[in-house]
């Protein structure tokens, strides 16, 4: 019994700690706080992710990853040498590329900044098309894209920290684990 227990304990914690992000947003000149975003998956590699909710607290399955609300994508990404890594580590210099970044937009949150001034916890209010209802009166979703600035914080092994600025506002995603392939 305890042995059972005792997997029952370490399969949740490997559960929750698997998908351990947090997030921070900029807008009108000012960074906000850092927050866990529980239950958001990113899938894809360190040049390009997608956010997507991938379980409540109870482990359910929330979306599907053709779901999610936020694409991040990095042109012309090439993994530096250790060379690089460890000038940049040493200079404390942020990698900067270019890219894209795609969300949805709806006629509650009309753009991006809408968004993340929604609320204290706005992952929250991301628009997905999954749990916006056509068939209920709601106006379809619109997906935008627009032009980013991707800066990658110095890093020994992998990326871990990104600002993405666009349209006027900025998101800090800190990936604490993730199954990225290189």
Request: with cysteine; net charge neutral.
């Amino acid at each position: 019994m305890k042995r059972v227990l005792l997997l029952c304990m370490l399969a949740f914690f490997a559960i929750t700690t698997s998908f351990a992000t947090d997030f921070n947003y900029y807008y009108d000149g000012y960074w906000g706080e850092w927050y866990n975003a529980y239950g958001v998956c990113l899938k894809g590699d360190f040049s390009g992710f997608i956010c997507y909710w991938y379980h409540n607290g109870d482990g359910s399955l929330r979306d599907h990853p053709s779901q999610w609300f936020l694409k991040i994508q990095i042109k012309d990404y090439i993994e530096p040498s250790q060379v690089i890594k460890d000038a940049h580590l040493k200079d404390k210099t942020w990698y900067e590329y270019t890219g894209t970044v795609e969300y949805y937009i709806s006629d509650e949150y009309q753009d991006i900044k809408s968004v993340l001034k929604s609320a204290l916890n706005p992952i929250q209010h991301f628009v997905r098309p999954s749990k916006h209802r056509v068939e209920k009166g709601e106006t379809p979703c619109v997906k935008k894209t627009a032009q980013a600035t991707i800066k990658i914080a110095p890093y020994k092994d992998n990326p871990k920290d990104y600002n993405i600025w666009f349209d006027g506002v900025g998101i800090g995603i800190s990936i604490k684990d993730t199954d990225f392939k290189k």
